[in-house]
Protein backbone atom coordinates (compact mmCIF):
# COMPACT_ATOMS: atom_id res chain seq x y z
CA UNK A 1 0.00 0.00 0.00
CA UNK A 2 2.56 2.19 0.73
CA UNK A 3 4.04 1.75 -2.57
CA UNK A 4 0.93 2.57 -4.18
CA UNK A 5 0.66 5.83 -2.23
CA UNK A 6 4.31 6.77 -2.80
CA UNK A 7 3.92 5.82 -6.69
CA UNK A 8 0.75 8.05 -7.04
CA UNK A 9 2.12 11.17 -5.40
CA UNK A 10 5.01 10.82 -7.53
CA UNK A 11 2.80 10.90 -10.86
CA UNK A 12 0.72 13.64 -10.47
CA UNK A 13 3.43 16.04 -9.70
CA UNK A 14 5.15 14.58 -12.98
CA UNK A 15 1.70 14.99 -14.62
CA UNK A 16 1.50 18.81 -13.50
CA UNK A 17 4.98 20.06 -14.23
CA UNK A 18 5.45 17.82 -17.38
CA UNK A 19 2.54 18.53 -19.46
CA UNK A 20 3.82 21.45 -21.46
CA UNK A 21 7.16 20.12 -22.45
CA UNK A 22 5.22 17.02 -23.42
CA UNK A 23 3.46 18.45 -26.10
CA UNK A 24 6.15 20.07 -27.72
CA UNK A 25 8.51 17.02 -27.61
CA UNK A 26 6.10 14.78 -29.62
CA UNK A 27 5.69 17.60 -32.17
CA UNK A 28 9.63 17.30 -32.78
CA UNK A 29 10.05 13.94 -32.47
CA UNK A 30 6.74 13.02 -34.57
CA UNK A 31 8.38 15.19 -37.96
CA UNK A 32 12.24 13.91 -37.29
CA UNK A 33 11.38 10.24 -36.88
CA UNK A 34 12.82 7.80 -39.82
CA UNK A 35 12.27 4.77 -40.68
CA UNK A 36 14.85 1.93 -40.00
CA UNK A 37 15.89 -1.94 -39.45
CA UNK A 38 15.53 -3.73 -36.59
CA UNK A 39 17.53 -7.19 -36.00
CA UNK A 40 15.05 -9.25 -33.73
CA UNK A 41 14.51 -12.55 -32.82
CA UNK A 42 11.55 -14.43 -34.62
CA UNK A 43 8.70 -12.87 -32.82
CA UNK A 44 5.24 -14.83 -34.96
CA UNK A 45 3.20 -15.91 -32.26
CA UNK A 46 1.83 -13.99 -29.57
CA UNK A 47 -0.35 -16.05 -27.22
CA UNK A 48 -2.86 -15.26 -24.24
CA UNK A 49 -2.80 -16.91 -21.51
CA UNK A 50 -5.66 -15.86 -18.98
CA UNK A 51 -4.22 -14.60 -15.36
CA UNK A 52 -7.38 -16.03 -13.97
CA UNK A 53 -6.51 -19.77 -14.37
CA UNK A 54 -3.91 -21.46 -12.54
CA UNK A 55 -4.41 -24.38 -14.85
CA UNK A 56 -3.92 -21.94 -18.09
CA UNK A 57 -0.82 -20.19 -16.40
CA UNK A 58 0.91 -23.88 -15.54
CA UNK A 59 0.25 -25.09 -19.08
CA UNK A 60 1.77 -21.80 -20.70
CA UNK A 61 5.70 -22.97 -19.26
CA UNK A 62 4.87 -25.96 -22.17
CA UNK A 63 3.82 -23.52 -24.96
CA UNK A 64 6.67 -23.25 -28.01
CA UNK A 65 4.67 -19.58 -29.05
CA UNK A 66 7.27 -16.57 -30.00
CA UNK A 67 5.80 -14.24 -27.29
CA UNK A 68 3.00 -15.27 -24.36
CA UNK A 69 1.14 -12.77 -22.89
CA UNK A 70 0.06 -12.97 -19.53
CA UNK A 71 -3.40 -11.54 -19.53
CA UNK A 72 -5.45 -9.11 -17.09
CA UNK A 73 -7.54 -7.66 -19.41
CA UNK A 74 -10.35 -9.17 -21.19
CA UNK A 75 -9.90 -12.64 -20.26
CA UNK A 76 -10.75 -11.56 -16.42
CA UNK A 77 -13.95 -10.95 -15.34
CA UNK A 78 -14.76 -7.18 -14.75
CA UNK A 79 -14.83 -6.84 -11.08
CA UNK A 80 -12.27 -5.81 -8.71
CA UNK A 81 -12.32 -8.97 -6.82
CA UNK A 82 -11.74 -10.94 -10.12
CA UNK A 83 -8.83 -8.23 -11.17
CA UNK A 84 -7.25 -8.22 -8.08
CA UNK A 85 -7.31 -11.90 -7.55
CA UNK A 86 -5.88 -12.49 -11.34
CA UNK A 87 -3.04 -9.51 -10.33
CA UNK A 88 -2.20 -11.32 -7.21
CA UNK A 89 -1.84 -14.77 -9.27
CA UNK A 90 0.13 -13.70 -11.83
CA UNK A 91 2.56 -11.95 -10.10
CA UNK A 92 2.98 -15.17 -7.72
CA UNK A 93 3.42 -17.52 -10.53
CA UNK A 94 5.69 -15.50 -12.26
CA UNK A 95 7.80 -14.50 -9.55
CA UNK A 96 8.14 -18.39 -8.94
CA UNK A 97 8.61 -18.92 -12.36
CA UNK A 98 11.35 -16.48 -12.94
CA UNK A 99 14.53 -19.19 -12.91
CA UNK A 100 12.07 -21.42 -15.17
CA UNK A 101 14.65 -22.02 -18.18
CA UNK A 102 11.18 -22.65 -19.83
CA UNK A 103 9.96 -18.97 -19.77
CA UNK A 104 12.80 -16.80 -20.55
CA UNK A 105 11.93 -12.93 -19.93
CA UNK A 106 12.21 -12.16 -23.65
CA UNK A 107 9.15 -14.38 -24.20
CA UNK A 108 7.17 -12.77 -21.57
CA UNK A 109 4.62 -9.84 -22.38
CA UNK A 110 2.03 -8.95 -19.74
CA UNK A 111 -1.87 -7.01 -20.75
CA UNK A 112 -2.59 -4.94 -18.38
CA UNK A 113 -5.61 -2.80 -18.31
CA UNK A 114 -6.38 0.34 -19.90
CA UNK A 115 -5.40 3.90 -18.71
CA UNK A 116 -9.18 4.32 -18.59
CA UNK A 117 -10.16 1.97 -15.90
CA UNK A 118 -9.15 1.60 -12.39
CA UNK A 119 -7.32 -1.28 -12.47
CA UNK A 120 -4.45 0.69 -14.14
CA UNK A 121 -2.73 1.87 -11.85
CA UNK A 122 -2.05 -1.25 -9.59
CA UNK A 123 -1.76 -3.60 -12.51
CA UNK A 124 1.40 -1.55 -13.56
CA UNK A 125 2.43 -1.24 -9.99
CA UNK A 126 2.43 -4.74 -9.54
CA UNK A 127 3.72 -6.05 -12.82
CA UNK A 128 6.91 -3.95 -12.77
CA UNK A 129 7.94 -5.61 -9.52
CA UNK A 130 8.16 -8.63 -11.70
CA UNK A 131 11.62 -8.32 -13.25
CA UNK A 132 11.36 -10.94 -16.00
CA UNK A 133 8.76 -8.82 -17.25
CA UNK A 134 10.35 -6.94 -20.66
CA UNK A 135 7.06 -6.47 -22.11
CA UNK A 136 3.86 -4.25 -21.65
CA UNK A 137 1.15 -4.63 -24.22
CA UNK A 138 -1.10 -1.81 -23.87
CA UNK A 139 -5.25 -2.41 -24.87
CA UNK A 140 -7.21 0.84 -26.41
CA UNK A 141 -4.23 3.14 -27.21
CA UNK A 142 -6.06 5.97 -28.65
CA UNK A 143 -4.30 8.36 -28.71
CA UNK A 144 -0.31 9.67 -27.34
CA UNK A 145 -2.15 10.85 -24.26
CA UNK A 146 -2.64 6.99 -23.13
CA UNK A 147 0.90 6.20 -23.89
CA UNK A 148 2.05 9.27 -21.69
CA UNK A 149 -0.52 8.18 -19.06
CA UNK A 150 1.56 4.72 -19.44
CA UNK A 151 5.24 6.53 -19.39
CA UNK A 152 4.69 8.88 -16.49
CA UNK A 153 3.11 5.89 -14.75
CA UNK A 154 6.99 3.99 -14.95
CA UNK A 155 8.83 6.85 -14.57
CA UNK A 156 7.17 7.35 -11.14
CA UNK A 157 7.66 3.80 -10.30
CA UNK A 158 11.40 4.15 -11.17
CA UNK A 159 12.20 0.76 -12.46
CA UNK A 160 15.29 1.46 -14.78
CA UNK A 161 17.14 -1.21 -14.71
CA UNK A 162 16.08 -2.61 -18.28
CA UNK A 163 14.27 -1.04 -20.87
CA UNK A 164 10.53 -2.10 -20.96
CA UNK A 165 8.80 -2.70 -24.31
CA UNK A 166 5.75 -1.32 -24.83
CA UNK A 167 2.97 -2.72 -27.58
CA UNK A 168 0.20 -0.28 -28.73
CA UNK A 169 -3.22 -1.77 -29.08
CA UNK A 170 -4.90 -0.58 -31.93
CA UNK A 171 -9.00 -0.96 -31.36
CA UNK A 172 -11.13 2.44 -32.34
CA UNK A 173 -11.85 4.58 -35.07
CA UNK A 174 -10.08 7.08 -33.03
CA UNK A 175 -6.76 5.04 -32.84
CA UNK A 176 -6.49 4.41 -36.69
CA UNK A 177 -6.93 8.00 -37.19
CA UNK A 178 -3.89 9.13 -34.79
CA UNK A 179 -1.78 5.49 -35.78
CA UNK A 180 0.77 7.68 -37.30
CA UNK A 181 1.34 9.77 -34.20
CA UNK A 182 1.36 6.73 -31.58
CA UNK A 183 3.45 4.79 -34.37
CA UNK A 184 6.07 8.00 -34.01
CA UNK A 185 5.53 8.74 -30.12
CA UNK A 186 8.69 8.09 -27.88
CA UNK A 187 8.81 8.69 -23.83
CA UNK A 188 10.42 11.94 -23.09
CA UNK A 189 11.91 10.20 -20.17
CA UNK A 190 14.06 7.71 -22.61
CA UNK A 191 13.43 4.44 -22.82
CA UNK A 192 15.30 3.06 -20.15
CA UNK A 193 12.96 5.15 -17.52
CA UNK A 194 9.90 5.54 -19.57
CA UNK A 195 9.63 2.39 -21.81
CA UNK A 196 10.18 2.26 -26.01
CA UNK A 197 7.15 1.70 -28.58
CA UNK A 198 8.52 -1.48 -30.06
CA UNK A 199 4.89 -2.97 -31.98
CA UNK A 200 1.53 -2.19 -33.26
CA UNK A 201 -1.21 -4.73 -32.66
CA UNK A 202 -4.30 -4.57 -34.65
CA UNK A 203 -7.48 -5.41 -32.37
CA UNK A 204 -10.21 -6.77 -34.71
CA UNK A 205 -12.51 -7.34 -32.42
CA UNK A 206 -12.97 -3.88 -30.70
CA UNK A 207 -12.43 -1.94 -33.66
CA UNK A 208 -15.20 -3.41 -35.48
CA UNK A 209 -17.41 -3.04 -31.88
CA UNK A 210 -16.18 0.89 -32.47
CA UNK A 211 -17.35 1.23 -35.50
CA UNK A 212 -20.65 -0.51 -36.14
CA UNK A 213 -18.26 -2.87 -38.91
CA UNK A 214 -20.10 -6.28 -39.39
CA UNK A 215 -17.33 -9.21 -39.51
CA UNK A 216 -17.49 -11.74 -42.71
CA UNK A 217 -15.18 -14.47 -43.55
CA UNK A 218 -13.41 -12.79 -46.55
CA UNK A 219 -12.17 -10.11 -44.38
CA UNK A 220 -12.74 -7.43 -46.91
CA UNK A 221 -14.16 -5.01 -44.51
CA UNK A 222 -11.03 -4.74 -42.33
CA UNK A 223 -8.35 -4.17 -45.55
CA UNK A 224 -8.33 -0.75 -44.80
CA UNK A 225 -7.30 -0.47 -40.92
CA UNK A 226 -5.17 -3.59 -41.37
CA UNK A 227 -3.20 -2.25 -43.96
CA UNK A 228 -2.83 0.89 -42.07
CA UNK A 229 -1.85 -0.41 -38.91
CA UNK A 230 0.96 -2.58 -41.21
CA UNK A 231 2.39 -0.38 -43.17
CA UNK A 232 2.53 2.27 -40.09
CA UNK A 233 4.14 -0.12 -38.32
CA UNK A 234 7.00 -0.26 -41.12
CA UNK A 235 7.63 3.49 -41.87
CA UNK A 236 8.64 4.33 -37.71
CA UNK A 237 10.78 0.30 -37.73
CA UNK A 238 7.82 -1.01 -35.10
CA UNK A 239 6.64 -4.89 -35.40
CA UNK A 240 3.15 -5.19 -36.94
CA UNK A 241 0.78 -7.87 -35.19
CA UNK A 242 -2.35 -9.29 -36.98
CA UNK A 243 -5.67 -10.17 -35.29
CA UNK A 244 -7.14 -12.90 -33.52
CA UNK A 245 -8.50 -15.63 -35.66
CA UNK A 246 -11.62 -16.21 -33.80
CA UNK A 247 -12.17 -19.60 -35.57
CA UNK A 248 -9.87 -21.40 -33.37
CA UNK A 249 -10.60 -25.29 -34.25
CA UNK A 250 -11.05 -24.30 -37.95
CA UNK A 251 -7.42 -24.64 -38.92
CA UNK A 252 -7.61 -23.91 -42.38
CA UNK A 253 -9.31 -20.71 -42.25
CA UNK A 254 -6.56 -20.05 -39.90
CA UNK A 255 -3.83 -20.67 -42.03
CA UNK A 256 -5.97 -18.39 -44.70
CA UNK A 257 -5.90 -15.46 -42.17
CA UNK A 258 -2.00 -15.84 -41.40
CA UNK A 259 -1.11 -16.01 -45.06
CA UNK A 260 -3.41 -12.49 -46.16
CA UNK A 261 -1.78 -10.98 -42.67
CA UNK A 262 1.77 -11.74 -44.16
CA UNK A 263 0.88 -10.65 -47.59
CA UNK A 264 -0.26 -7.47 -45.92
CA UNK A 265 3.24 -6.72 -44.24
CA UNK A 266 2.05 -8.09 -40.77
CA UNK A 267 5.40 -9.77 -38.99
CA UNK A 268 3.16 -11.75 -36.43
CA UNK A 269 -0.27 -12.79 -35.48
CA UNK A 270 -1.94 -12.90 -32.05
CA UNK A 271 -3.06 -16.47 -30.87
CA UNK A 272 -6.09 -17.50 -28.59
CA UNK A 273 -5.59 -21.28 -28.41
CA UNK A 274 -2.21 -22.98 -27.94
CA UNK A 275 -3.37 -24.82 -31.23
CA UNK A 276 -3.11 -21.77 -33.03
CA UNK A 277 0.68 -21.25 -32.29
CA UNK A 278 1.87 -23.94 -35.10
CA UNK A 279 -0.05 -22.65 -38.07
CA UNK A 280 1.06 -19.04 -36.77
CA UNK A 281 5.02 -19.98 -36.63
CA UNK A 282 4.76 -22.15 -39.78
CA UNK A 283 3.03 -19.16 -42.02
CA UNK A 284 4.86 -16.37 -40.83
CA UNK A 285 8.28 -17.30 -42.42
CA UNK A 286 9.41 -18.28 -45.88
CA UNK A 287 8.40 -21.19 -48.19
CA UNK A 288 10.48 -23.06 -49.61
CA UNK A 289 9.15 -21.86 -53.21
CA UNK A 290 9.92 -18.16 -52.10
CA UNK A 291 13.75 -18.87 -50.96
CA UNK A 292 14.17 -20.45 -54.38
CA UNK A 293 12.65 -18.05 -56.13
CA UNK A 294 14.43 -15.42 -53.86
CA UNK A 295 17.89 -17.07 -54.83
CA UNK A 296 17.54 -17.60 -58.16
CA UNK A 297 16.43 -14.12 -58.51
CA UNK A 298 19.61 -12.96 -56.64
CA UNK A 299 21.71 -14.69 -58.52
CA UNK A 300 20.37 -13.49 -62.08
CA UNK A 301 20.49 -9.49 -60.58
CA UNK A 302 24.39 -10.69 -59.08
CA UNK A 303 24.98 -11.41 -62.78
CA UNK A 304 23.19 -8.26 -64.31
CA UNK A 305 24.81 -6.28 -62.37
CA UNK A 306 28.30 -7.88 -63.44
CA UNK A 307 27.92 -6.62 -66.93
CA UNK A 308 26.25 -3.47 -66.01
CA UNK A 309 22.34 -4.18 -66.39
CA UNK A 310 19.78 -3.39 -64.39
CA UNK A 311 16.71 -5.54 -65.01
CA UNK A 312 16.85 -8.93 -66.32
CA UNK A 313 13.97 -10.89 -67.90
CA UNK A 314 12.86 -13.96 -65.56
CA UNK A 315 11.40 -17.01 -67.39
CA UNK A 316 8.56 -17.95 -65.05
CA UNK A 317 8.95 -21.50 -66.55
CA UNK A 318 5.37 -22.11 -67.86
CA UNK A 319 4.22 -23.61 -71.33
CA UNK A 320 4.35 -19.78 -73.07
CA UNK A 321 7.64 -18.88 -72.01
CA UNK A 322 6.64 -16.48 -70.44
CA UNK A 323 8.84 -13.52 -68.82
CA UNK A 324 8.58 -11.11 -65.95
CA UNK A 325 10.75 -8.06 -65.60
CA UNK A 326 13.00 -7.83 -62.09
CA UNK A 327 14.88 -4.84 -61.46
CA UNK A 328 16.01 -3.04 -57.83
CA UNK A 329 12.30 -3.24 -56.36
CA UNK A 330 11.63 -6.54 -57.12
CA UNK A 331 15.24 -7.75 -56.21
CA UNK A 332 14.89 -6.21 -52.90
CA UNK A 333 10.93 -7.21 -52.23
CA UNK A 334 12.13 -10.72 -52.74
CA UNK A 335 15.46 -10.95 -51.05
CA UNK A 336 13.67 -9.08 -47.98
CA UNK A 337 10.65 -11.54 -48.06
CA UNK A 338 13.47 -14.56 -47.96
CA UNK A 339 15.91 -13.48 -45.44
CA UNK A 340 18.63 -13.05 -48.13
CA UNK A 341 21.03 -10.04 -48.41
CA UNK A 342 20.50 -7.66 -51.28
CA UNK A 343 23.15 -7.65 -53.93
CA UNK A 344 24.27 -3.83 -54.91
CA UNK A 345 25.88 -2.84 -58.29
CA UNK A 346 30.21 -3.03 -58.34
Given at each position: ?60 LVTHSD ?46 NSTHTP ?228
Amino acid sequence: MYTLLRYSRSLLVIRSAKAQARSQIHLRQYSQAVPQEQETPLRRSYLYVPASSDRMLQKSLVTHSDIIIYDLEDSVAPSEEDKNDARERLTEFLTKSIEDERLHSSRIAVRINSTHTPFFERDIVSILTIPSVRTLVLPKVHSVEDLEIVTDAMEAFGRAKETINLVASIESAFSVHNVGAIAAWKSMYGPEKGGELRALLFAAEDFCADTSIIRTPSHQELLYPRSKVAVTAKAFGLEAIDMVCINYNDSEHLRNECADGRRLGFSGKQAIHPSQVGIIQSTFVPTEQEIQRAAKIVHKMTQAHATQKGAIGLELGDEKGSKEMIDAPMLKQMARAAGLPIPTPP
